[in-house]
């Protein structure tokens, strides 16, 4: 079957510029996720929804950034007024609800702010 | 806070060798660990996923082992492949189904 996607695959934007990033769960997945790649960080958690709503919310790095979830599949990332240090990859995972669920995740976004 | 530790961080091997990866973290409240692997400009692939209630798993030439109490997790990789090279990730899920990823250990398997 279809795993996550993500779109667009590649993204390059101007400092200040707002951007969205779009994730498409496995079908019937209710948890999605998202972390951030970047080179002097690792991989870092930055949300966790179940459903709709967004019980962990604390990955977030500022308020700059949001992320919300409809009809309980696709989500949307948000950041506005990008910075130079919001350069990343940003990916996307779903998985079953409940603790000890294998995650699954997407191709990721990679995020470029010039 | 939890944190992981991947060793190596980098390893090259002949093709066909026996390997082992590591990996540790801090805190051994956790619900289970997962192995990924990341191809170079790719998402991650999940390998194996061990509950925190089980010792291991196998998968094909792979097998994960995990001692919740000591923070220690390995993943051995037999008679490995050329395909076999890519950065393997640890990650453990803390509360509310987060996971917190390892440093990574970049694999190159010479032919």
């Known amino acids: 079957g279809a795993g996550v996607s993500q779109s667009p695959s590649n993204k390059v934007t101007e400092k200040g510029k707002d951007v969205e990033l779009r994730c498409d769960p496995i079908s019937g997945h209710t948890a999605l996720y998202w972390y951030r790649q970047s080179l002097g960080q690792g991989l870092e958690f930055l949300i966790y929804f179940q459903g709709n709503s967004a019980p962990d919310k604390s990955g977030l790095p500022s308020d700059r950034f949001s992320a919300e979830r409809t009809g309980g599949s696709v989500s949307t990332l948000t950041i506005q007024r990008t910075q130079q240090e919001d350069s990343a990859v940003y990916l996307c995972?779903?998985?079953?609800?409940?603790?000890?669920?294998?995650?699954?995740f997407g191709p990721g976004t990679r995020l470029t702010v010039t | 806070k939890q944190e992981v530790t991947q060793i190596p961080a980098a390893l090259s091997v002949p093709e066909g060798e026996n390997l082992v990866l590591n990996c540790s973290f801090t805190d051994s409240a956790i619900y289970n660990l997962q192995w990924f692997r990341q191809d170079p400009g790719k998402g991650l692939t999940s390998l194996l996923l061990?509950?925190?209630?089980?010792r291991e798993q196998t998968s094909g030439r792979l097998n994960a082992s995990l001692d919740k109490s000591s923070g220690r997790s390995t993943l051995y990789i037999a008679a490995s492949q050329p395909g076999d090279s890519a950065t393997y990730l640890c990650a453990v899920e803390t509360g509310f189904q987060k996971l917190v990823f390892g440093t990574g250990t970049r694999l190159l398997v010479s032919p």
């Open positions: 995972a779903s998985s079953l609800s409940g603790t000890g669920r294998e995650q699954y």
């Open positions: 061990i509950q925190s209630s089980q």
